[in-house]
C-alpha cells in the first residue's frame, strides 16, 4: 500500500509541477490553483507513505520518479529539446534511485 501511496504522491506533484508551467507565474487563476492542490495532495500523500516507509526510500523515489517524469514531460509534450545528455541525466537519475533502494535498510 505505502507504494500505490507514493505513486500517488508523484502524480500529483508531477501534475502540479506541468501547471506550474501554465500557470504564468502564477498570474493564471486556473493553473495557478492547480499548482496549489496538486503539491497540496502531492505532500498530503507522501507524509501518508512515511507512516511505512523510510523517509530516504520514499524521497528518493519521490524527487527521482518526479524529476524524471517531468523531464520527459517537458521534451515530450512542451518542445523542449531532448538531446544525449539530457537523457542520461534522465538515466542517472533513475540509476540513483535504484542504487538508494539497494542499499536502504531490509
Known sequence: ??????????AAEVAGTTA???SDGFTK???SLGTLVGYLVAFTLLAQ?????SVGTAYA????AGTAAIAAIGMVF???????V???GI?????GVLLLNLGGSH
Not at 500500500?1 to 508523484?10: D, K
Not at 512542451?78 to 544525449?84: K, M, P, Q, V
Open 20 to 22: 506550474m508551467k501554465f
Open 1 to 10: 500500500m505505502p507504494y500505490v501511496l507514493l505513486a500517488a504522491a508523484i
Open 86 to 88: 539530457k537523457l542520461a
Open 78 to 84: 512542451l518542445g523542449e529539446s531532448a538531446n544525449a
Open 91 to 95: 538515466a542517472l537519475v533513475i540509476g
Open 61 to 64: 523515489i519521490w524527487s527521482g
Open 49 to 53: 507513505t512515511l507512516k511505512s516507509m
Open 29 to 31: 487563476l486556473w493553473p
